[in-house]
């Protein structure tokens, strides 16, 4: 099992570009998330979904999308970047609601 | 002792010594919390959980206590090893689902 697979490790893009992270899972999990992680800040929800064709909103929205055709991927799109898009952005999975989450190894974005 | 730095509350221990990391969590309504390690450049790796019909519960070398009273969290780990050092943080759920809010983290550091 390789887990949660991410890609790519590192990116950087001009303001107003577009571009998808991908995120893989092998584990048949029904949940996964996306969330971003800022310095002081822990890890705030960006989107989820609880299963294939579901996903929803979490805290911060606004300037991703996301899309959930099949269970194993789950990938987040940057409409048009923006420096306030500076962040690592992990995936997470799990087989369940109120379980914990396997994380991916993140996604360091920086947006010039 | 603890401190709080730039970013992030720094615990600093002795090394065989035994940590206690807090976290207060802000919603009465959350009935399941999970502490994450987080060693740098790696995502959130689980370590427990706790559900609000417990008060302890106890894994290997780790141990969580839950105060609803206060909404107050604790993690314990015995006899701390060089490889304890990581930023730990609390998670809280409260809505069926996997809405969970992270706390800010705090960053153990073990001394030689």
């Known amino acids: 099992n390789a887990g949660v697979t991410q890609t790519p490790k590192f990116q950087v893009l001009k303001t107003g570009q577009s571009m998808t992270l991908q995120c893989a899972q092998d584990?048949?999990?029904?949940?996964m998330s996306w969330y971003r992680q800022d310095p002081g800040m822990g890890l705030r929800l960006i989107h989820y979904?609880?299963?294939?064709?579901?996903?929803d909103q979490g805290e911060v929205p606004n300037g991703y999308n996301v899309s959930r055709s099949t269970t194993e991927d789950f990938p987040l799109r940057l409409l048009s970047a923006a420096p306030s898009q500076t962040s690592v952005y992990f995936c997470a999975s799990s087989y369940g609601p109120k379980v914990g989450y396997t994380f991916g190894s993140g996604t360091r974005l920086t947006v010039v | 002792g603890e401190s709080v730095g730039l970013h992030l509350p720094t615990l600093s221990v002795q090394e065989g010594d035994n940590s206690i990391i807090n976290c207060a969590y802000s919603n009465s309504a959350s009935d399941y919390f999970i502490w994450y390690k987080q060693e740098s450049g790696k995502g959130p790796q689980f370590i427990i959980d706790?559900?609000?019909?417990?008060d302890k519960r106890q894994g290997q070398r780790v141990t969580v206590l839950l105060n609803k009273t206060v909404k107050h969290l604790s993690l314990q780990i015995a006899a701390t090893q060089p490889g304890d050092s990581a930023v730990y943080f609390c998670?809280?759920?409260?809505?069926?689902?996997?809405?969970?809010?992270f706390g800010p983290g705090t960053r153990l550091s073990v001394l030689p």
């Open positions: 584990m048949n999990h029904e949940y």
């Open positions: 998670a809280e759920n409260a809505n069926y689902g996997q809405n969970f809010v």
């Open positions: 979904s609880v299963g294939a064709g579901i996903t």
């Open positions: 706790i559900r609000s019909n417990m």
